[in-house]
């Protein structure tokens, strides 16, 4: 590939050679930089380097829209001075809680033959870059997407970490995709996926650099992306969603973005750095648009007990229910989520008196609805209560009025942009009600936690629920989970559903119950739904329940320590004064794990980890500095340091 060409040499160069629009755009720290060219063909290139080695090759930028094509032909404008960015945030539910975005940014113009004119801003930060694209004028009352030309390319010893995603309306119900395929890990880069493209967050190694893309900053008016199917030579391409991926026509139907006006694309994120450096970063939610105005009184993270996880449809009825309220208060979890079919199985006046037997035991009601219109064929219900303003404003302050306090949203239609739009609505027109929200079947949120603090968890993950149901994805389990904090949970809420000490039926669990544990801290969900029952729970040994009780309903920072994606993870979050850590091994063999613990120098930790069976637990202790520990084959540990 043609190297970039700093601009000190530029002026000594031919005319035909790709000519610099500047020096090349740094972070803060000078470790990451990013280089932007007009080619001699007249195409828009950017390449991305880390303390001066390649980790974006070469690779294309662009957008065609209905007559306006600003991918060919283009001429410098001009390139804005750099600008330094400073953005201070608050999450309520995330691996942060106080979040200090620091970037250095460049707007570059471009023109094609006709004139037209598109923008492009770039923002380089400790931990990675991001652009995307504006189009103010160009002569269009309506920009109407055609395509774009946004790629990846990694040289060709590159590994990557992806997740295939499903055939649009295949599946049960026709409810796919859904963000709910298995890993394909450590492939090589160019390798086809087996289905319609790769999800985000992708992660990639190149040398000793990790790499992580997604995307950030979606409003309802643009489509959610993907990588292609095919990447020849290593480059990944931006691709659409598929043709079945939108709303009912009377809800838009609009697959791809449009706008009046100022057409502005998401921001393509690139984190960048070492495999802790993405771990900690929050770039996912700092690329997102600032937080809409709803009580924070109401957006209160926490712990969910949940019947549907083991028992399925047929718990859904009144006297379950208040079983497993019980459960929660007893837990000090402060939430219960009742599932499908409540309307026909308990009905809203009977969800009414749940609410209140709730609240009288300081425990909140989250109900579960069906998104869909006619674009799948899953039948439970509530349906088709939520597809206009009018439905939901109505529906919302019904439920609002009888005490509860969110909604779970199930079986969404892909990435369509009326799709993207529907959910925006949704979380716009809950927090109105002043309700929290979860999205099942559902895209992956893309910063959304940020933008809605009534967002609490979403799924597009292949969760637990998958291994109650064929032994198959039961024994994938264990690597399936150790991608997660590296990949789907990297920047955004997860509602894995995880964490089951006893038996599940009809299945035979692989997972040791140290790595069950693990998953309470491991996974990041702004309400964490525990599949465990009531009966489960109560052989568990006293301080497996205390650890429980007490753990903390949202962090303040969190700390990689260890781990290798699909193999084992190792992260501690902090609460306060005490800093909680966890680990699972997703290998069959027994792992031996180096600990840097020097943050936790001086400390000694509670640790719980498996006991001899796989059904056991064993408490011991750990303190901080260099420490060597032995997590069992699928195996885990917790341990808290005050």
Known sequence: MTKFVPIVLAFALPAAVAVPFDAPLASPDRHLSVDVRVTPAGTLEYAVQRDGKPVILPSPLGLVLEGADLANGLTLAQASPVRAIADDYELAAGKKRHIRYRANERVVTVRNPKGQAMDVAFRVSNDGVAFRYIVADAGLPLKTFVSESTGFAFAQDA??????????QVGWGRANPSYEEHYQRGIPVGTPSPMAGWVFPALFRTGDTWVALTEAGMDGSWHASRLDARSPGGVYRLGTPMAPEVAEARMGGGLLASARGTLTSPWRVVAIGSLGTLVESTLGTDLALPAIAFDRAKAVPGHASWSWALLKDDATEFDTQKRFIDYAADMGWNYTLVDAEWDKRIGY???????????????????????????????FTPKSKL????????????????????????????????????????????????????????TLPRGWARTYPNLMTAEAVRGFEY?????????????????????????DPMDFTPMVFGDIPKIRRVTRNGFELAESVLF????QHYAEM????????????AFLRTLPRSWDDVKFVAGDPGRHAVVARKAGSAWYMAGFNGTDEDATLDLDLSFLAGRTGQLITDGA??????QGTLAGGRQKIVVKARGGFVARFE
């Not at 609410?355 to 300081?362: F, G, L, V």
């Open 159 to 168: 590994k990557a970490w992806l997740q295939p995603v499903a055939v649009a």
């Open 467 to 491: 291994t109650t149901f064929e032994q198959k994805d039961q024994d994938a389990v264990p690597a399936h989970a150790a991608m997660l904090p590296f990949t789907r949970n990297l920047f």
């Open 524 to 527: 990041l969900s702004g309400i």
């Open 349 to 379: 006046e009977r969800m009414a008196e749940l609410a209140r037997y709730a609240q009288s035991k300081r425990v909140g009601l989250l109900a579960w609805y069906n998104s869909s219109g006619d674009w799948n064929d899953v039948p």
């Open 613 to 618: 069976g796989p059904r056991d637990f064993a």
């Open 534 to 545: 009531p009966e489960g729970m109560a052989k568990a040994p006293p301080y497996v329940k």
């Open 387 to 442: 597809l206009t303003h009018a439905q939901r404003k109505a529906e919302f302050a019904r439920i609002a009025g009888m005490g509860i306090k969110g909604i779970k949203v199930d079986f969404f239609n892909g990435d369509g942009q009326s799709m993207i739009r529907y959910y925006v609505d949704i979380l716009n027109d809950a927090a109105a009600a002043g309700l929290l929200v979860n999205f099942h079947g559902a």
